[in-house]
């Protein structure tokens, strides 16, 4: 077989003819019981019932198998669990690689949901976290302990968009036998390859670009050979399961993600170098711009962007952020990303959801998912928008 292009891939990925039927896409196949004709049949798919073989509804069909085999295809590893959302996704990686007494190591601009279950759930199970400057970069070293067993990394972190130096990270952390996860869900499976820089299990929130069309929720987890069987076991011991539809849904978004994402980057780069030259944006928070932090590990290590970024104001107080965000008219005000539809939200101390590296904004965030709508629409939105802020911001001076 020749080698494939990243575009190829995305149209062949998880389609085999085991998996297919002569259907160009995988059917939905529903299953609780799967039934065997021989005791000898039932011994074989006992033997082999982490191996993407039928074996009960739990472990998966062969829509589960065929997509799990679509997302190592594209991220790498040997892998793919699936969770029934992307946070799910994330805890039963940790959980399944800490024990009592353990320590962690979690980027401080990591997504709220998972600094929240390190600090309650993980606490009580005495797995201690602490929280790194995602810029940290060989100062790493200086916060492992002989316990500590988990590197966890988000990149670019939530709202405030750190890119990570992610191999150097990695490479230390193997110097101490750790296991290194990666939340890649802005990424995508596609425009960053954890493996090759150093990662052993890279999650996505597939609710996201993935699925692409916000309507399902979906979570998965590919490792790497070192960590598969032990994620594999303990999620399913979890009892982490997915429906079928949502996987037919997930697998069928994958078929445009290469094509969405290039519209996203196109339609947000343009939006951003708008923003950038606004005399009420201090600063743009944009992987692919140089006043991001951590743009010089974008340029290294992504093959691309998306329409995720945020921007730093320079004043603005809550009425006046009212004003311009309840006016929208292409942006919608919600709190998930990744399908086809712009948003818009703000965030007036996003220093609260930090612990150590909290910095210093001129004014309040907000945070930006471009869609696929025209972007010059987008602007003249943003540009009302700017002008009911100001007309508010007047009247408070
Ligand atoms: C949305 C999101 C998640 C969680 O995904 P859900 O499917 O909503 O649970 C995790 N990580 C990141 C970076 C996200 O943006």
């Known amino acids: 077989m020749g080698k494939k292009a990243l575009e190829t891939k995305i149209v062949t990925a998880g389609r085999a003819s085991k998996w297919t039927q002569s259907l160009v896409n995988p059917p939905v196949s529903r299953a609780s019981t799967i039934v065997f004709d021989t005791v000898e049949e039932m011994k074989h798919a006992t033997a082999n019932r982490g191996n993407k073989a039928l074996f009960y509804g739990r472990r998966g069909t062969n829509t589960h198998f065929a997509f799990q085999e679509a997302m190592v295809e594209l991220e790498g590893g040997v892998g793919c669990a699936l ?20 320590h962690v190591l979690m980027v401080d601009g ?29 100062g790493i070293r200086d916060l492992i302990r002989p316990n500590t067993t988990v590197l966890f990394l988000e990149s670019p972190c939530s709202i405030t968009m750190e890119v ?39 999650i996505q929130a597939a609710t996201k670009y993935v699925v692409g069309h916000s309507d399902v929720m979906l979570g998965t987890a590919v490792a790497n050979e070192k960590c598969w069987a032990q994620l594999r076991e303990s999620s399913y011991l979890m009892g982490q399961c997915t429906s079928p539809d949502d996987v037919y849904l997930a697998m069928r978004g994958l078929r445009t993600l290469g094509v969405r994402l ?23 928070l944009h992987p692919a711009f140089e006043s991001c ?45 990744g399908g086809f539809e712009s948003l818009i939200l703000a965030n007036e101390n ?25 972007a010059d629409d987008l602007i003249a939105d943003l540009e009302r928008g700017f002008d009911r802020l100001n007309s508010v911001l007047a009247k408070t001076a």
């Not at 997504?111 to 995602?134: A, H, Q």
């Not at 290039?262 to 743009?284: G, I, T, Y």
């Not at 998306?306 to 006046?320: I, K, M, Q």
């Open 83 to 102: 969770y029934p959302c992307g946070t799910a996704a994330i805890t039963n990686a940790m959980l399944a690689f800490v024990k009592a007494g353990d």
């Open 350 to 374: 996003i220093n609260s959801l930090r612990t150590v590296a909290k910095r210093d904004y001129a004014g309040p965030l907000l945070r930006l998912h471009i869609g696929l709508e025209n």
């Open 293 to 337: 932090d951590g743009h010089e590990y974008f340029k290294r290590d992504f093959k691309g962007c998306n329409g995720l970024f945020s921007v730093v104001l320079n004043r603005g107080n809550s009425e006046a952020l009212a004003a311009m965000l309840d006016g929208m008219e292409h942006f919608s005000m919600g709190f998930s990303w």
């Open 164 to 202: 990570q130096d992610v191999p150097t990270l990695a490479r230390i952390a193997h110097e101490h036998d750790m296991t290194v996860m990666l939340d890649n869900t802005w990424a995508s499976p596609i425009n960053f390859q954890p493996f090759e820089h150093g990662v052993d299990i890279s």
């Open 110 to 138: 990591v997504y709220e949901p998972t600094r929240n279950f390190c600090d309650t759930i993980l606490d009580k199970m005495g797995v201690e976290t602490t929280y790194y400057d995602p810029l940290i970069g060989e």
């Open 262 to 284: 290039k519209q996203h980057q196109e339609n947000s780069l343009k939006v951003a170098a708008w923003l950038a030259e606004r005399p009420e944006v201090d600063r743009v």
